[in-house]
């Protein structure tokens, strides 16, 4: 897994659900991750899934993914390319959906209302630093080994399954 990225940034306020992020309408008729991608942040941002590039990245306020635990709002957002979602504040659930399917999430509150649409934000986990437009720099809380760990294998089935393959051998 990539640890630094760079991107273009993608603005959201606060309290993004998750219905937000992938309509509940989509819930139970669309199952292919491809076509979740067609329809992120649809109900936000009409433009999204037709121009989010690969390695942009998605910033937010407070309590992003709040609402329903569905996983379809963390798996949009990797289908549809994005490299990182930086936020103040996650909810819980949804930062663990995250993690689980391998789409770096990262909480820095200090950089909420500082970053403009189309921004270049890099983003490196490794050191715990967001640079915006190769300006401003921005400290947050690394990410604990074990999430790393869990990212670098693409998610918490293929780190389980590697894990498993180790201790057999």
């Known amino acids: 897994m990539q640890q630094q990225f760079s991107g273009k940034a ?5 309290d993004v659900n998750t219905d937000v992020i992938f309509p ?17 942040m649809e109900d936000a941002d009409p433009s999204f ?12 306020g407070k309590n992003f993914g709040c609402g ?4 379809q ?6 289908a549809a390319g994005v490299a990182c979602v930086v936020a103040g504040s996650f909810s819980r659930i949804y930062f663990r959906n995250a993690i689980n399917l391998g789409l770096p999430i990262v909480a820095c509150p200090e950089l909420v209302g500082r970053i403009q649409p189309g921004d270049t934000v ?3 986990l490794a050191n715990g630093r967001i640079g915006v437009n190769g300006v401003a720099t921005y400290a947050f809380a690394p990410l604990p080994e074990e999430v790393f760990q869990i990212l670098e294998a693409g998610g ?3 780190y389980v399954k590697s894990r498993l ?3 057999s051998v």
Request: with cysteine; aromatic share 8%.
């Open 73 to 78: 709002a963390a798996t949009c957002l990797k």
């Open 122 to 124: 890099s983003v490196d």
């Open 49 to 60: 899934a037709g121009a989010v590039q690969p390695g942009d990245i998605v910033v937010a």
């Open 156 to 158: 918490l089935v293929p």
């Open 10 to 14: 993608w603005v959201f306020g606060d």
């Open 165 to 167: 393959e180790q201790q």
């Open 24 to 40: 509940g309408k989509y819930t139970y008729t669309i199952n292919d991750p491809v076509e979740m991608a067609q329809h992120a």
């Open 68 to 71: 329903s635990s569905r996983e």
